[in-house]
C-alpha cells in the first residue's frame, strides 16, 4: 500500500471515530429528553386521568424525538463527509498545523500535479512526511469518547427510571397509557338509551360486617361506603364490539377508564366506591364511531361515621379526698363496628397550664357494634398532687380499615384531689383571724373602761355620759361581730375532716359566755337609751355598763389564751400528721424496694418514684409548717433540730441516686439510715405535742396519759405471758418429736400425699362459678393448704394441724355459700355449682381428716407435761386471771375519763378481755399452743388501743366527703350501663 493510501486510511479511522462520538452523544441526548418527558407525561396522565394535553404532548414528545434522532445520524455524516475536514480537525487537534491538509490535498491531486507544472517528488515527500507524523498519533486517544459515555449513561438512568416504574407502578403507566390513547371527550352522547337490564352486586368492605348485597333492575345509582367493590351487570341495547365504563368525580372530571368485558350482549364492568361522583358507559360498535350515555348515573358516597360515646361519673366536675377509686360507666356505639376503648386524661400542671395527654386501654372490641362496661379509676396511678384539677373522657375507635378508624369522644368531665390538709389550714387560718379578733377587741374593751373611769371634763354639760353611752354601743357592737365571726368558724368544722373533736364543743362554750355577757349588755343599753330621751343621763347610770364590762374583760383574756393555745396545738399536731403520713410513705417503699429487688419490674420502678416524690413534697410541707412556727410556739415546745439539720433531704437524693445505678440493695440500706432519723423526729415531735398539751391543756393530757400508760403495762406482762407460753410449747414439741421419731417419717408421707389431694380438689374449682366476692375465700382456702404443705415440709405437725383445722372452718363456710347459691340458680346452672360445691366439701373433709390424724398421732398433753411444767402452767394460769381482772379494773376506770380525753374505749378492752380469759382456761388444760395464740391476741388488742390513745394527739382523719382513702366513688348513672355479673 503506497503512502497516498495509507494516509487516506488513517484520515478514515479518524472520520469514523468521530462520526461515532457525534452520532452516539447526540442520539444518547435526544433518547434521554425524550424517554423522560414521555415518562413525565405518562405519570400525569396516571395520575390526573385523560386529557387532551397529554395526546398533544406526547406527540410533540414522539416528533421532537424523531428530528433529533435524525440530526444525530445526519449531522455527523455530513460534517465529516471529506479527507480535508478531518485533516483540519488532527492539525489542530495535534498541533501539526497544516501538514496533513497540504499532504491530503497533494495525494487528491497528485494524478494532475505533473500537467500543473509542479514536481511529483516534492509531493511524494509531503506526502510521507505527514504519513510519518500520523503514525505517531493514536486515533483513540485523539478521539475522546467520554462525552458520549456521559450522554449514555444519562440515557441509561432514564432506561432505569422506566423500568422502576414498570415494576413498581405498573398500574400507573398503565392508566398513562389508556389516558393518551382515551377519546372520551371525543365520544359522542348517545340519543336514545344504550344499555338496559342493568343490575348491581355490592361486596362491603370487611369493616362493615355488612354481606353482599344484590340490586338487579336498578337506574344503577349506588349508595355504599367507601371500598365498596361494585360489579355492573348491563344488557347492550346496540351492536357493541368492546366497550368501556368511565369513572367520573361531583364535578365531571374523569378519573378512571375502564375497559369492561363484552360477551355478545353481555357486558360486565366493576369499580371501588373511594368518593361521591358517577360513572356511564361508552360503547364501540363494529362500524362508526363510539358513543356513550347521555345520563351519568350517581355515586353516593355513605360516610362512616365516628362511634358514639357516653361518660357517667359520680359528678361532672368531682372533688374527692385522697387518691380514690371513682367508678366511670361508659357506653360506645358504631353504625359498622367498634375496635378500642381508652380513657384519656390530662392534668393541669403547677403554673395552670395543661399537662400531657395519657391513655388507658379499657377493653379491645373486635367488631361489636356497641359495648358498655364499668370502671374503678384508682387515681393513685395518676400521681398527682392535691389541688390539681384532672379533665378527662372516654374514646372509641371503629375498626374503618379502608379510610382509616373514626374516633369518637365523650362529654369532658373533670376530677379534683380534695386535699383535707388545704381545707383545714383554711380553718385554722380563720380560727388565727378569730384570735387577732378578740384581741383587737379585748384592746377596746380596756380602752372603754379606762375612759368611763375619767373624771368628768364639764359635768355641766352632760357631754361625758353621752359619749360614754355611744363608746359602750361601738363596743357592744364589736362584741356582736365578734360572736358572728365565732359562730362562721365554729360552722366551717363541718367540713373540715382535720379538726380535733374538741374543738367545736370548746369554741361554743366561748360562744355561750360571751353571748351571755352580750345580752345583758344589751339589755342594759336598750334601758339607757330609753331612759335618755326622758331625762338627761348622769355618769352614775353607766355602772351596770361598767360592771358588764369588767366581765367582758375577764372572759376575753381568757378566751384569748385559749384560742391561741387551740390554734398552736393544732399547728403542732400538724407537724406530727405530716410526720405520720411520711412515716406511712416510707413503709410503703420499704415494700416496694423489696419487691423491685426480686422482680426488676418497671411498674415497682415508677412506684418507687412515687412515692419518693411524695415524701419529698411531706418533708418539704413539714419545714414550711416549722417554719412557721416559730416564733408563734415557745422554744421548749418546739424542737427545730428535729428535722435533722437537711438529712432527709439528702438520704432522699442519695437514694434516687443509688436506684439510678441500679443498686438496690445500697438504696435499702440507705433507706433504713432514713427511717431512724424520720423515726427520731416522730418521736421528737412527740414529746414536744405531749408537753405543750400538758403545760397548756393538763386535764386532757393527763386522762390520755394515764390511760395510755395502763394500757402499755397490761400490753408488757400479756407479751411475757405469751412468751412464757411459747418456750413450754417449743420443750412440748421437742418430746413430741422424740416420743414419735420412728413414726414421724411414715406419717408425713401419708400427710402430704393427702395435702396435695386437697390442693388438686380446690385446683378444679372454677372462681367463675362463685358467689360474687366468695372468690377471696377460695384463695383463703387455697393459701391455707399451702400453709399444711409448708408445715408438713418443715415436719412442724402442731403448725400443719392448726392450719389444716383453719382451712376445714374456711371450706366449711365456702361450702355454705356454695349451697345457698345453688338454690338460688336457675336450673341451667345449677350442676356448675354443684360441681364446685362437690370439691369444696371433699377438700373440707380431707382437711378435717388430716387434722384429725396428726390429733390421733401427736401424744396427749398429760404425757408431755412433767410435773415442773404443770407447776409452771399453773403459775402463769394465775398470772392471767391477775392480768384479766387488772384489765376489767381498768376498764371501769378509765371509761369516763377517756370520754372525757376526746378517746374512747369502745369494745376494745372486752375484746382483750375474752382473750385472755381464753388464754387462761388454756394454761389450766396444759395446752402451750393455744394459750400463746390467746395470750398474743390479747396483747395485739391492747396494742391497738394504746396507739388509738397515741393518735388522740394526732388531728383526726376520719373521712369527710365520700369514702375512705382505699374506697371508691361510685358512679351516680347506676343502672344506666348493665353488666353482666
Same mark, same amino acid.
Given at each position: 500500500?503506497?503512502?497516498?493510501?495509507?494516509?487516506?486510511?488513517?484520515?478514515?479511522?479518524?472520520?469514523?471515530?468521530?462520526?461515532?462520538?457525534?452520532?452516539?452523544?447526540?442520539?444518547?441526548?435526544?433518547?434521554?429528553?425524550?424517554?423522560?418527558?414521555?415518562?413525565?407525561?405518562?405519570?400525569?396522565?396516571?395520575?390526573?386521568?385523560?386529557?387532551?394535553?397529554?395526546?398533544?404532548?406526547?406527540?410533540?414528545?414522539?416528533?421532537?424525538?424523531?428530528?433529533?434522532?435524525?440530526?444525530?445520524?445526519?449531522?455527523?455524516?455530513?460534517?465529516?463527509?471529506?479527507?480535508?475536514?478531518?485533516?483540519?480537525?488532527?492539525?489542530?487537534?495535534?498541533?501539526?498545523?497544516? &501538514?496533513?491538509?497540504?499532504?491530503?490535498? &497533494?495525494?487528491?491531486?497528485?494524478?494532475?500535479?505533473?500537467?500543473?507544472?509542479?514536481?511529483?517528488?516534492?509531493?511524494?515527500?509531503?506526502?510521507?512526511?505527514?504519513?510519518?507524523?500520523?503514525?505517531?498519533?493514536?486515533?483513540?486517544?485523539?478521539?475522546?469518547?467520554?462525552?458520549?459515555?456521559?450522554?449514555?449513561?444519562?440515557?441509561?438512568?432514564?432506561?432505569?427510571?422506566?423500568?422502576?416504574?414498570?415494576?413498581?407502578?405498573?398500574?400507573?403507566?398503565?392508566?398513562?397509557?389508556?389516558?393518551?390513547?382515551?377519546?372520551?371527550?371525543?365520544?359522542?352522547?348517545?340519543?336514545?338509551?344504550?344499555?338496559?337490564?342493568?343490575?348491581?352486586?355490592?361486596?362491603?368492605?370487611?369493616?362493615?360486617?355488612?354481606?353482599?348485597?344484590?340490586?338487579?333492575?336498578?337506574?344503577?345509582?349506588?349508595?355504599?361506603?367507601?371500598?365498596?367493590?361494585?360489579?355492573?351487570?348491563?344488557?347492550?341495547?346496540?351492536?357493541?364490539?368492546?366497550?368501556?365504563?368511565?369513572?367520573?368525580?361531583?364535578?365531571?372530571?374523569?378519573?378512571?377508564?375502564?375497559?369492561?368485558?363484552?360477551?355478545?350482549?353481555?357486558?360486565?364492568?366493576?369499580?371501588?366506591?373511594?368518593?361521591?361522583?358517577?360513572?356511564?358507559?361508552?360503547?364501540?360498535?363494529?362500524?362508526?364511531?363510539?358513543?356513550?350515555?347521555?345520563?351519568?348515573?350517581?355515586?353516593?358516597?355513605?360516610?362512616?361515621?365516628?362511634?358514639?360515646?357516653?361518660?357517667?361519673?359520680?359528678?361532672?366536675?368531682?372533688?374527692?379526698?385522697?387518691?380514690?377509686?371513682?367508678?366511670?360507666?361508659?357506653?360506645?356505639?358504631?353504625?359498622?363496628?367498634?375496635?378500642?376503648?381508652?380513657?384519656?386524661?390530662?392534668?393541669?400542671?403547677?403554673?395552670?397550664?395543661?399537662?400531657?395527654?395519657?391513655?388507658?386501654?379499657?377493653?379491645?372490641?373486635?367488631?361489636?357494634?356497641?359495648?358498655?362496661?364499668?370502671?374503678?379509676?384508682?387515681?393513685?396511678?395518676?400521681?398527682?398532687?392535691?389541688?390539681?384539677?384532672?379533665?378527662?373522657?372516654?374514646?372509641?375507635?371503629?375498626?374503618?380499615?379502608?379510610?382509616?378508624?373514626?374516633?369518637?369522644?365523650?362529654?369532658?368531665?373533670?376530677?379534683?384531689?380534695?386535699?383535707?390538709?388545704?381545707?383545714?389550714?383554711?380553718?385554722?387560718?380563720?380560727?388565727?383571724?378569730?384570735?387577732?379578733?378578740?384581741?383587737? &377587741?379585748?384592746?377596746?374593751?380596756?380602752?372603754?373602761?379606762?375612759?368611763?373611769?375619767?373624771?368628768?371634763?364639764?359635768?355641766?354639760?352632760?357631754?361625758?355620759?353621752?359619749?360614754?353611752?355611744?363608746?359602750?354601743?361601738?363596743?357592744?357592737?364589736?362584741?356582736?361581730?365578734?360572736?358572728?365571726?365565732?359562730?362562721?368558724?365554729?360552722?366551717?368544722?363541718?367540713?373540715?375532716?382535720?379538726?380535733?373533736?374538741?374543738?367545736?364543743?370548746?369554741?361554743?362554750?366561748?360562744?355561750?359566755?360571751?353571748?351571755?355577757?352580750?345580752?345583758?349588755?344589751?339589755?342594759?343599753?336598750?334601758?339607757?337609751?330609753?331612759?335618755?330621751?326622758?331625762?338627761?343621763?348622769?355618769?352614775?347610770?353607766?355602772?351596770?355598763?361598767?360592771?358588764?364590762?369588767?366581765?367582758?374583760?375577764?372572759?376575753?383574756?381568757?378566751?384569748?389564751?385559749?384560742?391561741?393555745?387551740?390554734?398552736?396545738?393544732?399547728?403542732?399536731?400538724?407537724?406530727?400528721?405530716?410526720?405520720?403520713?411520711?412515716?406511712?410513705?416510707?413503709?410503703?417503699?420499704?415494700?416496694?424496694?423489696?419487691?423491685?429487688?426480686?422482680?426488676?419490674?418497671?411498674?415497682?420502678?415508677?412506684?418507687?418514684?412515687?412515692?419518693?416524690?411524695?415524701?419529698?413534697?411531706?418533708?418539704?410541707?413539714?419545714?414550711?409548717?416549722?417554719?412557721?412556727?416559730?416564733?408563734?410556739?415557745?422554744?421548749?415546745?418546739?424542737?427545730?433540730?428535729?428535722?435533722?439539720?437537711?438529712?432527709?433531704?439528702?438520704?432522699?437524693?442519695?437514694?434516687?441516686?443509688?436506684?439510678?445505678?441500679?443498686?438496690?440493695?445500697?438504696?435499702?440500706?440507705?433507706?433504713?439510715?432514713?427511717?431512724?432519723?424520720?423515726?427520731?423526729?416522730?418521736?421528737?415531735?412527740?414529746?414536744?405535742?405531749?408537753?405543750?398539751?400538758?403545760?397548756?391543756?393538763?386535764?386532757?393530757?393527763?386522762? &390520755?396519759?394515764?390511760?395510755?400508760?395502763?394500757?402499755?403495762?397490761?400490753?408488757?406482762?400479756?407479751?411475757?405471758?405469751?412468751?412464757?407460753?411459747?418456750?413450754?410449747?417449743?420443750?412440748?414439741?421437742?418430746?413430741?418429736?422424740?416420743?414419735?421419731?420412728?413414726?414421724?417419717?411414715?406419717?408425713?408421707?401419708?400427710?402430704?400425699?393427702?395435702?396435695?389431694?386437697?390442693?388438686?380438689?380446690?385446683?378444679?374449682?372454677?372462681?367463675?362459678?362463685?358467689?360474687?366476692?366468695?372468690?377471696?375465700?377460695?384463695?383463703?382456702?387455697?393459701?391455707?393448704?399451702?400453709?399444711?404443705?409448708?408445715?408438713?415440709?418443715?415436719?412442724?405437725?402442731?403448725?400443719?394441724?392448726?392450719?389444716?383445722?383453719?382451712?376445714?372452718?374456711?371450706?366449711?363456710?365456702?361450702?355454705?355459700?356454695?349451697?345457698?347459691?345453688?338454690?338460688?340458680?336457675?336450673?341451667?346452672?345449677?350442676?356448675?355449682?354443684?360441681?364446685?360445691?362437690?370439691?369444696?366439701?371433699?377438700?373440707?373433709?380431707?382437711?378435717?381428716?388430716?387434722?384429725?390424724?396428726?390429733?390421733?398421732?401427736?401424744?396427749?398433753?398429760?404425757?408431755?407435761?412433767?410435773?415442773?411444767?404443770?407447776?409452771?402452767?399453773?403459775?402463769?394460769?394465775?398470772?392471767?386471771?391477775?392480768?384479766?381482772?387488772?384489765?376489767?379494773?381498768?376498764?371501769?376506770?378509765?371509761?369516763?375519763?377517756?370520754?372525757?380525753?376526746?378517746?374512747?374505749?369502745?369494745?376494745?378492752?372486752?375484746?382483750?378481755?375474752?382473750?385472755?380469759?381464753?388464754?387462761?382456761?388454756?394454761?389450766?388444760?396444759?395446752?402451750?399452743?393455744?394459750?400463746?395464740?390467746?395470750?398474743?391476741?390479747?396483747?395485739?388488742?391492747?396494742?391497738?388501743?394504746?396507739?388509738?390513745?397515741?393518735?388522740?394527739?394526732?388531728?383526726?382523719?376520719?373521712?369527710?366527703?365520700?369514702?375512705?382513702?382505699?374506697?371508691?366513688?361510685?358512679?351516680?348513672?347506676?343502672?344506666?350501663?348493665?353488666?353482666?355479673?
Amino acid at each position: 500500500m503506497g503512502d497516498r493510501a495509507q494516509l487516506a486510511a488513517f484520515l478514515g479511522t479518524v472520520r469514523a471515530r468521530l462520526r461515532l462520538r457525534e452520532t452516539a452523544r447526540e442520539g444518547a441526548v435526544a433518547f434521554a429528553a425524550a424517554a423522560g418527558a414521555l415518562l413525565g407525561v405518562l405519570v400525569g396522565a396516571g395520575l390526573f386521568g385523560p386529557a387532551p394535553v397529554w395526546r398533544s404532548l406526547g406527540w410533540a414528545i414522539v416528533v421532537g424525538a424523531l428530528v433529533a434522532g435524525g440530526r444525530a445520524v445526519l449531522k455527523p455524516l455530513f460534517a465529516w463527509r471529506g479527507d480535508e475536514a478531518v485533516a483540519r480537525f488532527v492539525g489542530k487537534a495535534t498541533g501539526t498545523g497544516d &501538514l496533513l491538509l497540504s499532504a491530503s490535498e &497533494l495525494g487528491a491531486a497528485f494524478e494532475r500535479l505533473g500537467s500543473y507544472g509542479a514536481s511529483t517528488e516534492l509531493a511524494r515527500a509531503v506526502i510521507a512526511q505527514a504519513l510519518d507524523r500520523s503514525r505517531s498519533i493514536d486515533p483513540k486517544r485523539l478521539i475522546d469518547l467520554r462525552p458520549a459515555r456521559r450522554a449514555s449513561a444519562a440515557a441509561a438512568a432514564v432506561a432505569a427510571a422506566w423500568l422502576c416504574g414498570a415494576l413498581v407502578a405498573p398500574g400507573l403507566l398503565g392508566r398513562g397509557f389508556t389516558a393518551l390513547a382515551a377519546h372520551a371527550t371525543a365520544i359522542e352522547a348517545a340519543a336514545e338509551p344504550i344499555l338496559g337490564d342493568l343490575d348491581l352486586e355490592l361486596t362491603f368492605p370487611k369493616h362493615t360486617g355488612l354481606p353482599p348485597r344484590s340490586i338487579p333492575g336498578t337506574s344503577g345509582a349506588v349508595l355504599a361506603p367507601p371500598g365498596t367493590q361494585v360489579s355492573l351487570h348491563a344488557r347492550a341495547l346496540v351492536p357493541a364490539e368492546t366497550a368501556d365504563l368511565l369513572v367520573e368525580d361531583a364535578q365531571g372530571k374523569l378519573l378512571a377508564t375502564r375497559q369492561a368485558e363484552v360477551k355478545g350482549t353481555a357486558i360486565r364492568a366493576a369499580f371501588t366506591v373511594t368518593q361521591p361522583g358517577g360513572y356511564r358507559f361508552a360503547i364501540k360498535p363494529p362500524s362508526g364511531r363510539p358513543v356513550r350515555e347521555a345520563d351519568l348515573h350517581r355515586i353516593e358516597v355513605e360516610p362512616d361515621r365516628p362511634p358514639r360515646v357516653d361518660l357517667a361519673a359520680p359528678a361532672d366536675d368531682l372533688e374527692v379526698a385522697g387518691p380514690k377509686k371513682i367508678e366511670l360507666a361508659w357506653s360506645a356505639d358504631d353504625d359498622f363496628g367498634l375496635a378500642s376503648i381508652e380513657l384519656v386524661w390530662r392534668a393541669a400542671t403547677s403554673d395552670g397550664g395543661k399537662g400531657g395527654e395519657q391513655r388507658k386501654p379499657l377493653r379491645t372490641i373486635d367488631g361489636q357494634r356497641s359495648a358498655s362496661g364499668r370502671l374503678e379509676w384508682d387515681l393513685a396511678e395518676l400521681d398527682l398532687t392535691p389541688g390539681v384539677r384532672v379533665a378527662y373522657h372516654v374514646e372509641a375507635r371503629d375498626n374503618d380499615d379502608v379510610s382509616g378508624p373514626n374516633v369518637g369522644s365523650s362529654r369532658t368531665l373533670y376530677v379534683r384531689i380534695y386535699s383535707p390538709t388545704e381545707k383545714h389550714e383554711e380553718v385554722v387560718e380563720g380560727e388565727q383571724a378569730l384570735v387577732e379578733h378578740a384581741v383587737q &377587741l379585748l384592746a377596746d374593751r380596756i380602752d372603754v373602761d379606762r375612759f368611763a373611769a375619767l373624771p368628768d371634763v364639764d359635768s355641766a354639760s352632760q357631754l361625758s355620759p353621752r359619749r360614754e353611752l355611744d363608746d359602750w354601743t361601738t363596743a357592744h357592737a364589736k362584741t356582736e361581730a365578734f360572736l358572728a365571726e365565732l359562730g362562721r368558724v365554729a360552722a366551717g368544722l363541718d367540713k373540715d375532716t382535720l379538726a380535733p373533736k374538741d374543738l367545736k364543743p370548746t369554741l361554743a362554750a366561748v360562744g355561750e359566755r360571751l353571748g351571755r355577757l352580750s345580752r345583758d349588755e344589751d339589755a342594759a343599753l336598750h334601758a339607757l337609751k330609753e331612759r335618755g330621751h326622758k331625762v338627761t343621763l348622769e355618769r352614775a347610770a353607766m355602772k351596770p355598763l361598767r360592771e358588764g364590762n369588767g366581765k367582758h374583760v375577764a372572759e376575753l383574756e381568757r378566751d384569748v389564751l385559749l384560742l391561741d393555745d387551740l390554734v398552736d396545738r393544732q399547728r403542732m399536731e400538724e407537724l406530727l400528721a405530716v410526720a405520720d403520713e411520711m412515716a406511712k410513705a416510707r413503709d410503703r417503699l420499704k415494700g416496694l424496694l423489696e419487691q423491685y429487688r426480686k422482680t426488676r419490674s418497671e411498674a415497682v420502678r415508677r412506684d418507687i418514684e412515687r412515692e419518693l416524690r411524695a415524701l419529698e413534697r411531706r418533708l418539704a410541707e413539714l419545714g414550711q409548717k416549722m417554719s412557721r412556727l416559730s416564733g408563734e410556739v415557745p422554744d421548749e415546745f418546739l424542737n427545730r433540730e428535729a428535722m435533722g439539720d437537711g438529712d432527709m433531704q439528702k438520704r432522699l437524693d442519695s437514694i434516687k441516686s443509688l436506684l439510678d445505678k441500679g443498686d438496690v440493695d445500697q438504696a435499702a440500706q440507705e433507706l433504713a439510715r432514713l427511717s431512724q432519723t424520720l423515726d427520731k423526729m416522730v418521736s421528737t415531735l412527740e414529746g414536744d405535742l405531749r408537753g405543750f398539751r400538758g403545760e397548756r391543756f393538763s386535764a386532757e393530757e393527763k386522762a &390520755l396519759s394515764e390511760l395510755e400508760d395502763r394500757l402499755a403495762d397490761l400490753e408488757h406482762d400479756e407479751r411475757q405471758l405469751q412468751q412464757e407460753a411459747e418456750n413450754l410449747r417449743t420443750s412440748q414439741k421437742q418430746k413430741a418429736q422424740e416420743l414419735m421419731r420412728d413414726r414421724v417419717e411414715p406419717l408425713l408421707s401419708k400427710l402430704k400425699q393427702e395435702t396435695q389431694e386437697m390442693r388438686g380438689k380446690l385446683g378444679e374449682v372454677d372462681p367463675q362459678t362463685l358467689p360474687p366476692f366468695d372468690d377471696e375465700s377460695l384463695d383463703q382456702s387455697r393459701r391455707g393448704a399451702d400453709d399444711v404443705g409448708r408445715a408438713l415440709d418443715q415436719s412442724d405437725l402442731d403448725q400443719a394441724r392448726a392450719a389444716a383445722r383453719k382451712t376445714e372452718e374456711s371450706l366449711r363456710t365456702l361450702g355454705e355459700e356454695l349451697r345457698r347459691e345453688e338454690e338460688r340458680q336457675w336450673e341451667g346452672m345449677k350442676q356448675t355449682v354443684r360441681r364446685a360445691r362437690d370439691r369444696v366439701d371433699e377438700a373440707g373433709a380431707l382437711a378435717k381428716r388430716l387434722a384429725q390424724e396428726i390429733d390421733d398421732a401427736l401424744p396427749r398433753t398429760d404425757d408431755l407435761l412433767g410435773p415442773a411444767d404443770r407447776k409452771r402452767m399453773e403459775e402463769l394460769r394465775s398470772q392471767q386471771e391477775a392480768t384479766r381482772k387488772r384489765a376489767e379494773e381498768a376498764r371501769r376506770t378509765f371509761a369516763e375519763k377517756a370520754k372525757e380525753a376526746g378517746a374512747s374505749l369502745g369494745d376494745g378492752m372486752k375484746e382483750a378481755e375474752r382473750h385472755m380469759q381464753k388464754a387462761g382456761e388454756r394454761f389450766g388444760a396444759g395446752d402451750a399452743r393455744d394459750s400463746a395464740g390467746e395470750a398474743g391476741q390479747a396483747a395485739d388488742q391492747l396494742g391497738k388501743m394504746r396507739q388509738q390513745a397515741q393518735q388522740e394527739r394526732r388531728p383526726r382523719k376520719d373521712g369527710g366527703a365520700g369514702a375512705g382513702a382505699c374506697g371508691s366513688v361510685p358512679s351516680t348513672l347506676a343502672g344506666v350501663v348493665s353488666m353482666p355479673r
